[in-house]
């Protein structure tokens, strides 16, 4: 029983190895790998050197999305020289760039080299904090950094054994909720989405989220300073929504009892945190349940 964890604990051992190696050599702010899900859908950070905080393992990004997405989706090296200027719109497409102050990123595919496992086990990216151009060599280098993450990965068994999906599904970049943050961020409230698994709900249900953050940016607490809003996975798989700003209540009763009203239809509720002049308001969605109802839609 104790062989197989230990054999996996040797894997995670040199794969930090590997990691830490190539940060020291590069001389690197930040490098972190990420795992696709057993159904190629989603985008998980397992592991990181040089993180800031903890919250890279709560993002959750969508297959073709992002630093990570697009490198899944072409096999190819991915480079972000000037972040957030290079990407404009797709800014909130990029949590790990965000939350993580990355100024100059690059990705690469973690292959296989096995013929049976045809999709990539993940991406490798490295960033800098600061203004950075990778040089030919330095890419050249990243990749083989990658080949040998993936050899490791090839004799990890506890692996899931990847299947080929019938057609790669989308996020629609035109999106009701993608829409509203994108709204938002251009009136000056910061925005985090690190949980994208919500650009998979019902376009009905993005609009209900929507509607609920600019119910509590316009109505419930308009005018707070310093805005910003958070959504990110929890540990039992909701999302978790975090208003937070400087500023004093502005709400009505009219008011609460349409965000009530909301929330309710999304089986959410809500939790008010008040501190002399720091506002804020967090609600839980049931992001799963959410997701199934799309397989009953006709």
């Known amino acids: 029983m104790t062989e197989p964890s230990t054999h996996h604990l040797t894997i995670q051992k040199q794969i930090q190895t590997e990691l830490e190696q190539l940060?020291?050599?590069?001389?690197?702010?930040?490098i972190a790998v990420a795992l696709a899900d057993e159904n190629y859908r989603d985008i998980h950070w397992k592991m990181a050197l040089g993180a800031n905080t903890e919250r890279y393992k709560k993002i959750m990004v969508r297959m073709g999305k992002g630093m990570a997405g697009r490198v899944l989706k072409t096999k190819a090296p991915f480079i972000v020289n000037y972040f957030p200027e290079e990407v404009q719109d797709e800014m909130l497409e990029y949590p790990i760039f965000l939350i993580e102050s990355i100024r100059s990123g690059m990705g690469v595919s973690v292959d296989s080299s096995r013929p049976e496992q045809k999709l990539s086990y993940g991406v490798l990216l490295v960033g800098q904090r600061e203004e950075r151009i990778f040089s030919p060599q330095e890419v050249e280098r990243v990749e083989q950094s990658a080949v040998a993450l993936a050899a490791l990965y090839d004799h990890t068994t506890s692996f899931v054994s990847l299947v080929e999906p019938e057609e790669a599904e989308q996020a629609d970049l035109?999106?009701?909720?993608?829409?509203?943050?994108?709204?938002?961020?251009?009136?000056?409230?910061?925005?985090?989405?690190?949980?994208?698994?919500l650009t998979r709900l019902s376009s009905h249900r993005q609009q209900e989220i929507a509607a609920v953050l600019d119910v509590l940016v316009h109505d419930y607490f308009s005018g707070l300073s310093s805005a910003k809003i958070t959504m990110e996975q929890d540990a039992i798989g909701y999302t978790l929504v975090v208003y937070e700003g400087e500023g004093t209540y502005s709400h009505t009763h009219e008011t609460f009892h349409t965000l009530r009203e909301l929330l309710k239809s999304l089986k959410s509720d809500l939790e008010v945190s008040v501190a002399q002049n720091r506002q804020s308001v967090r609600f839980a969605i049931p992001t799963r349940q959410l997701l199934d109802e799309i397989h009953w839609e006709v």
């Open 174 to 197: 035109t999106g009701p909720l993608l829409q509203k943050l994108r709204s938002l961020h251009n009136e000056g409230v910061q925005c985090e989405l690190l949980d994208q698994r």
């Open 23 to 30: 940060k020291s050599e590069l001389k690197l702010d930040f």
